[in-house]
């Protein structure tokens, strides 16, 4: 099974057409091996050596970091200076002196990463219980206007059944995820699933199920949910309105994103990376997004194409090489297939690249290894934990239903049981020198201090 790319200068995303799991992927050339990934400096004179060429990028002295630094603010140019970095397909990458730079990077978020998480990753298994939605993303595969096979809602004893299933094997939190129903009936719904998982299974509820009026954020926080993930999909509001219909605007995705903060949540966000007409400095200005609303969680994963939506049509026109050559499959040329594959990579490093700056800018926010990060490479997830990423989801969608959960085409797992999941990211974690905190929800230790600053307004 291929991976399929395309380099160039600027970035876009790509075309996975066939569905696929990771045992049957076939790893690029160009993707990055959990092997060549630089390990943990072991004293203070490795890391200062390590980081010398990322800190005279910078402009700073080769001690700005040292082994237990907590953050380190950066300003937009410093964040551009690394993005604009050449990706896999351009001039330059693989210069010796811009490997070494983007290993001082990898090496810095690792670092800051264990000093807050330790060699921890903490597990937030992902149950997509219903795939109903009144939104229409222009980018989206189970959009209202998307014509599916089935749209379903788990029962129940089926959501219980799955908690307990968590519960039992030491998951610390579980994420309940669906289209936005924003209706009375759904968020009762919700709400008494929510209640039944914290008083039987002692599960962290986090939730995502979209932009919600007031009342009933505070009706699923009372319920006991803690956290809640709404991706803010794009910091720029020019290109948020092409990726949305003209009733879902920026403001309002904003303001639902503050409103979940004052509910008490603990608040994630995110970006998608490689959308089309998305700069760098689109993304460099994400980043300072993220430190500006003081997110808890950050969640981003590359942009894939949905056949049959309006950004995917948008993508094939300004990706016209790469259209062409996802549209011939396996008939595919060897050409085609080296340019298919340089921008599964390209996007594969933007996205830890990304990862990597959160980190180090953020110091103990909780940041994911996505599913639609390993999307585009089967052992995406483990180096992602090795650049700075301290959150896993495995998927804990019943395995019949996971082919009508499919965001984007190609999505990794849908043919896999939640027992497959555990195992194989257990073996996964382990090679990123990292261990499972079983039992554990992971909260990032400023967010305690925040609940207990905040006063009465939980
Ligand atoms: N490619 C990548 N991510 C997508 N999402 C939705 N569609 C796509 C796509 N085509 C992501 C969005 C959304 C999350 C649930 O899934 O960021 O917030």
Redesign the pocket.
């Known amino acids: 099974m291929r991976a399929r790319t395309m380099g160039g200068t600027t970035i876009s995303?790509m075309h996975l057409p066939t569905r696929r799991t990771h045992t049957t992927q076939r790893i690029s050339p160009w993707l990055p091996l959990t092997k060549n990934e630089p390990h943990l400096p072991t004293s203070q004179t490795e890391l200062t050596e390590r980081i010398r060429p990322l800190a005279n990028l910078w402009g700073l002295g080769d001690n700005f970091l040292t082994l237990d630094t907590p953050n380190y603010s950066l300003n937009k140019d410093q964040l551009l200076s690394v993005l604009s970095l050449p990706l896999p397909g351009e001039p330059g990458w693989n210069d010796p002196e811009q490997t070494q730079i983007l290993q001082g990077l990898y090496t810095a978020a690792n670092v800051v990463c264990t000093t807050h998480h330790q060699d921890k990753v903490h597990y937030r298994g992902l149950l997509e219980f219903s795939n109903i939605c009144r939104a229409n993303?222009n980018?989206?595969?189970i959009r209202r206007s998307m014509h599916l096979e089935e749209r379903y809602t788990l029962d129940e004893d089926t959501i219980m059944e799955v908690a307990k299933w968590s519960a039992e094997r030491g998951y610390g939190s579980i994420m309940l995820?669906s289209g936005e129903v924003p209706t009375q009936k759904r968020t009762d719904f919700v709400a008494k699933m929510i209640s039944r998982i914290v008083d039987e299974t002692g599960l962290g509820v986090s939730i995502?199920v979209g932009e919600l009026p007031d009342h009933f954020y505070q009706q699923l926080k009372e319920a006991g949910a803690k956290r809640y993930l709404l991706?803010i999909?794009t910091s720029n509001p020019e290109l948020f309105a092409k990726l949305h219909p003209p009733n879902q605007t920026f403001e309002k995705r904003l303001d639902r994103l503050r409103s979940l903060k004052r509910h008490g949540y603990m608040v994630g966000t995110?970006?998608?990376i490689g959308l089309p007409g998305q700069t760098r400095e689109d993304l460099a200005n994400d980043l300072l997004f993220f430190v500006e609303e003081d997110v808890d969680m950050i969640g981003m994963?590359?942009?894939?194409?949905?056949r049959g939506?309006p950004?995917g049509d948008w993508w094939e026109q300004e990706n016209p090489l790469l259209s062409e050559a996802t549209r011939q499959g396996e008939k595919a040329t060897p050409e085609q297939v080296e340019v298919l594959d340089k921008h599964a990579a390209a996007m594969f490093e933007l996205t830890t690249r990304m990862v990597a700056l959160a980190r180090i800018t953020m110091g103990d926010v909780n940041v994911a290894a996505t599913t639609?990060l390993q999307t585009i490479h089967p052992t995406g997830r483990e180096v992602a934990l090795m650049r700075g990423a301290n959150i896993l989801m495995p998927i804990l969608t019943p395995t019949i239903h996971r082919a009508n959960y499919q965001?984007?085409e190609g999505k990794v797992c849908i043919d896999e049981s939640a027992k497959q999941c555990r195992s194989c990211l257990e073996l996964r974690v382990g090679a990123a020198g990292k261990r499972i905190a079983y039992g554990e929800q992971g909260d990032p230790p400023h967010y305690t201090k925040k609940l207990q600053t905040a006063g009465d307004r939980f």
């Open positions: 995303a993303c980018y989206c595969g995820q995502s991706r999909e995110g970006v998608m994963g590359p942009y894939i194409f949905q939506t950004v639609a965001l984007y």
